[in-house]
T-cell receptor
Framework: SQELEQSPQSLIVQEGKNLTINCTSS?????LYWYKQKYGEGLIFLMM?????EEKSHEKITAKLDEKKQQSSLHITASQPSHAGIYLC????????????FGTGTQLKVEL | DTAVSQTPKYLVTQMGNDKSIKCEQN?????MYWYKQDSKKFLKIMFS???????INETVPNRFSPKSPDKAHLNLHINSLELGDSAVYFC????????????????FGPGTRLTVL
């Protein structure tokens, strides 16, 4: 099994709908990162969370790290076609700092 | 100006060949990484260098050898390519060691899609 599990694996939503992607680990998540990847491109940084209970927002995307620091969620409000892509969570699960373990990814499609 | 650049973007080669992928970052970062993304989009770290010194070396075949001529460059050389090496390889960099800041964003390159025939 993977150290970081993302759910759902894929998601199709209608434009304007809200959605949530989860990232779960059995280990403590130190330095939790959310990235977005479009087909054929590199990863675009969205947000980073460090403290239990922390929440950050950017435009219509909100990310939270739970109090126990073992689960993070990414919530998109009023989805748009520009939100389509693969969302990846990455985290340091060793506490060492540099080494990121990535989740299994969530493919998001937004239909008009 | 591109922050993290990789060349080539696409690489198609025969089994058994030796190939290199180059990576350069102009962000002044201290640490660089190589990741491999397989066909299922699973991204896994391979190597990391900090100021030209290897700091992370995951369980990767010896056929893969990273080289960092200076802290702005991290190249990946692959010997005797195998079918299973087909993947997208991403280079990334981050600024570490800032006082009081332990975790810093990793900036990713656009990826190199390697296809081994």
């Amino acid at each position: 099994s993977q150290e970081l599990e993302q759910s759902p694996q894929s998601l199709i939503v209608q434009e304007g709908k809200n959605l949530t992607i989860n990232c779960t680990s059995s280990k403590t998540l130190y330095g939790l990162y959310w990235y977005k990847q479009k087909y054929g491109e590199g990863l675009i940084f969205l947000m980073m969370l460090q403290k239990g209970g922390e929440e950050k927002s950017h435009e219509k995307i909100t990310a939270k790290l739970d109090e126990k620091k073992q689960q993070s969620s990414l919530h998109i409000t009023a989805s748009q076609p520009s939100h389509a892509g693969i969302y990846l969570c990455g985290a340091d699960v060793t506490g060492g700092g540099n080494k990121l373990t990535f989740g299994t990814g969530t493919q998001l499609k937004v239909e008009l | 100006d591109t922050a993290v650049s990789q060349t080539p973007k696409y690489l198609v080669t025969q089994m058994g060949n030796d190939k290199s992928i180059k990576c350069e970052q102009n962000l002044g970062h201290d640490t660089m990484y190589w990741y491999k993304q397989d066909s299922k989009k699973f991204l896994k770290i391979m190597f990391s260098y900090n100021n030209k010194e290897l700091i992370i070396n995951e369980t990767v075949p010896n056929r893969f050898s990273p080289k960092s001529p200076d802290k702005a460059h991290l190249n990946l050389h692959i010997n005797s390519l195998e079918l299973g090496d087909s993947a997208v390889y991403f280079c990334a960099s981050s600024q570490d060691g800032l006082a009081g800041v332990r975790y810093n964003e990793q900036f990713f390159g656009p990826g190199t899609r390697l296809t081994v025939l």
